[in-house]
């Protein structure tokens, strides 16, 4: 049994950020994960989605970089995107030795209606929150993002 009654046990929670950053992906994932269901998308595809969507024509490496993916992942949905004439896959003009992967004019449309959603999501996320405020709040993701990779 326990000695600590279940306020400190709550309270451990609630002052452990990780717990709640991880609770906050949860429910800011919860209506996404329902949406890409309903158009036979998995969070891994939408990641390479939204990652060609802010500027294709980029290789495997900085998709797996930029998606925060495993490359066997992302390979296997790579194939399964192209043959369903989501992206495509070209070779570098300027050195064959890269492959680049591009969103077809599916794949743009694909993320446009799901972006829709994502936008909801985040306008609903920070309600309320003066433009100062929001400023301060990227800052901050990013500057825990950049502890965790130093």
């Known amino acids: 049994m326990s000695t600590h009654p279940k306020s400190a046990r709550r309270a451990a929670f609630h002052n452990f950020l ?5 609770r906050l992906a949860y429910q800011l994932n919860g209506d ?3 949406k890409l269901r309903r158009e036979g998308i998995n969070v891994t595809r939408w990641r390479i989605l939204a990652v060609l ?9 900085e998709i ?4 925060m993916m495993q490359q066997s992942a992302l390979s296997r949905a790579l194939t399964n995107m192209e043959k369903e004439k989501y992206i495509r896959r070209a070779l570098r003009r ?4 890269y492959v680049e992967v591009f969103l077809t004019d599916k794949g743009r ?10 936008r909801r999501r985040q306008k609903r996320l920070l ?7 929001i400023a301060a709040a990227f800052a901050l993701v990013r500057r825990l993002s950049r502890n965790m990779t130093a």
């Open 18 to 22: 990780p717990h709640q950053i991880a």
């Open 94 to 97: 300027d050195d064959a030795r």
């Open 109 to 118: 449309s694909l993320f446009n209606s799901l972006n829709v959603v994502v």
């Open 53 to 61: 969507a802010m500027g294709d024509g980029i290789t495997i490496n």
């Open 127 to 133: 309600k309320g929150f003066s433009r100062k405020e």
């Open 64 to 67: 797996v970089e930029r998606a």
């Open 32 to 34: 996404l994960v329902e």
